[in-house]
Structures are given as C-alpha cells and as structure tokens.
C-alpha cells in the first residue's frame, strides 16, 4: 500500500484532510456503483445482492447496500475484526452515494453508452478505493469479512474472496438482482482499476 502524506497514525483519528479524502474517496466509489447500475447490463456482485434485497423488500438500493454492510459488520463480532472511523465510513457513504446518484444519471439506451457507464463507473471504483485505502483508518465491511475468515480458516485470500463474491452473486441473482456483462467486466477489470487508483493517488500531494 502506497505510504502518502494524509495517511492517519490511527484508525479513529485524522487530519481535515485525511477525513476528506476518506469521505471523497468512499462517495466516487457509491458514485461508480451507480454508473454500474444505470448501464442496466449489470453490476459488481455486493450491489448485486443489494438490488435483490431491494427488489424483495421494497427499499432503495442505497437503503439495502447500508443494511448489508450492517449485517457483515455484525458478522465481524466473532471473527474479532478490528473496525475503524474508515470502516464505519465507508458503510455510511458508499450506501448515501449509491442512493443519491442512481437517479441523478440517465439511463443510456445505446448499447455503447451503457458500456461507456460500465467503464466509467469502473474506473471511479478505482480511483475512489485508492484514494479511502491510503487514509488507513479502516478496512471496508466487505474487506474486513474477507481478512476474518482468511485468519480463522487458514485458506489463502484468494478463493476467500472468491467464494464470498460467488456467494453474494448467486443470492443476489435468486433474488432478482441484474447479472450480466458489466457483472463481467467488473470482475475482470476492478483489480487492474485499483491498482491504478494507488499508483495514481500515490504520486498526488496534498
């Protein structure tokens, strides 16, 4: 992880600065979510499941993003995750973005314009999670289930992560989520995109 200038000493404490780049950071990656769900040709796995929650319940997709990061925050209790002001943050923000931004953008109806939104979203994805993951003050709800498990279980993070996203993906598509191509390239292209973001936040001085 790129060492920058607004990383926090602690998890619970920051700059002005750091907080605003955490804040920053956590609403363009709600925002690229959104870029992902108005495409229609969809989305990343979690918001997957978010928009079959959604569909069954009757709330917001922003509504049930916070929810279910509530419900893996609770999953931390046993795991004994050590949350942080980034944590908490993230849960907050990302799920207000999401909510704020889906009906702020058209919907495209070219088949180019939603994949330029599939694109687009991706990469504020990227810069949103290299800019809130060198604050250091936290791991995200999703991140911070992933290490847990990978520390009590012994398995290596890769298939970890792999069999949480497959998880969320299929149960979000049961419930009526919108899997497709953007579901796709997200799985191809967030990891490329992320680091992208670090390497791009790295060289920034604030």
Do not use: C
Not at 13 to 24: C, K, M, V
Not at 131 to 158: I, Q
């Amino acid at each position: 992880m790129p060492h920058t200038r607004w990383r926090a000493s602690s998890r619970w404490r920051g700059r002005p600065s750091t907080l605003a780049i955490l804040a920053g950071g956590l609403w363009l990656f709600g925002a690229g979510e959104a870029f992902l769900v108005d495409a229609g040709i969809g989305v990343s796995p979690w918001t997957v499941l978010a928009q079959g929650v959604g569909t069954r319940s009757g709330i917001g997709i922003g509504t049930a993003t916070f929810l279910i990061s509530v419900a893996v925050l609770l999953l931390w209790v046993p795991l004994r995750e050590r949350p942080g002001l980034g944590t908490l943050s993230n849960a907050v923000i990302v799920a207000l973005s999401l909510g704020v931004t889906v009906p702020l953008l058209p919907s495209p109806d070219a088949a180019l314009g939603k994949l330029a939104f599939v694109l687009l979203g991706i990469g504020l994805i990227g810069v949103g999670s290299g800019l809130y993951l060198t604050t250091a003050m936290g791991p995200g709800p999703r991140d911070g289930l992933m290490t847990g498990l990978h520390r009590h279980t012994g398995l290596p993070v890769t298939p970890v992560r792999l069999a949480i996203e497959v998880s969320v993906l299929v149960v979000g598509w049961l419930l009526g989520g919108t899997v497709g191509i953007g579901t796709v390239l997200f799985a191809l292209l967030v990891g490329p995109a992320v680091g992208y973001g670090l390497a791009l936040v790295s060289r920034t001085r604030v």
